[in-house]
């Protein structure tokens, strides 16, 4: 099979995701979507969602009944609030990430009432005195608590990176942890992302339908 005729094979991404990076994977043979830091990802097709997690959580949702699903992928930037602030900045931008994906799927068809939630990731990989990973935990356990939505299966925390690799559709997620990483790409590229978003926080005002 060449570059070529793999890329025929690529259907068309949802108008808000063409941006994201998509490729035929051999291995599962469908279409799969490549999310990183600060991406997220929404399909009403048979193909995968796949991204690699150091500290960072991806929550996986979807509606099994109206077949439309997605994942993210994200981190809290350090709490830089005063005391007297009721949604600290850091909350404000997990409620940005979680948000947008749940309303994207809503908006494609998909009902509350039936959303299952995966969450994955927030291992101990940076080398920081504050447990990042558990921060990312902590919120998203949180969030979901105070939405009023249950969570069908989880695989964090640790000290390991993750690739996991999630279909909407089948509901299907596969989580492998990478005991043997040698690089420094994931931590390298989450120390990257935490920069950015440290120095330009997201203000959410978003409410779900």
């Known amino acids: 099979m060449t570059l070529s005729s ?3 094979r690529l259907h068309k991404a949802l108008p808000e995701f063409e941006g994201v990076k998509r490729y035929w994977d051999k291995t599962n043979n469908c279409v799969a979507a490549k999310i990183l830091p600060g991406e997220y990802y ?3 097709t048979n ?13 996986c949702i979807r509606d099994a009944k109206n077949g439309v699903g997605g ?17 600290s900045d850091a909350a404000r931008y997990g409620n940005y990430a ?7 799927i809503l908006h ?6 039936n959303l299952e939630f995966k969450v994955f990731g927030g291992g101990k990989v940076l080398d920081m005195k504050m447990d ?13 608590k105070t939405e009023r939505f249950s969570i069908l299966s989880e695989d964090v925390g640790d000290i390991y990176p993750r690739k996991v690799n999630y279909f909407p559709l089948s509901g299907i997620a ?11 790409t994931i931590i390298s590229r989450e120390n990257k992302y935490r920069d950015e978003i440290q120095h330009a926080p997201v203000v959410s005002d978003i409410e779900l339908f």
């Open 47 to 59: 193909e995968l969602i796949t991204t690699v997690l150091g500290s960072c959580i991806s929550v």
């Open 132 to 144: 990042i990973g558990k921060k990312n935990i902590d919120f998203v356990f949180d969030y979901l």
């Open 6 to 8: 793999d890329k025929h």
């Open 108 to 113: 494609y068809g998909g009902e509350r009432r």
């Open 42 to 44: 929404v399909s009403v």
């Open 98 to 104: 979680m948000e947008h994906l749940i309303n994207d």
């Open 71 to 87: 994942m993210n992928h994200f981190m809290l930037p350090k709490d830089n609030s005063m005391g007297g602030s009721i949604v």
């Open 174 to 184: 596969k989580v492998k942890k990478l005991k043997k990483l040698h690089n420094q």
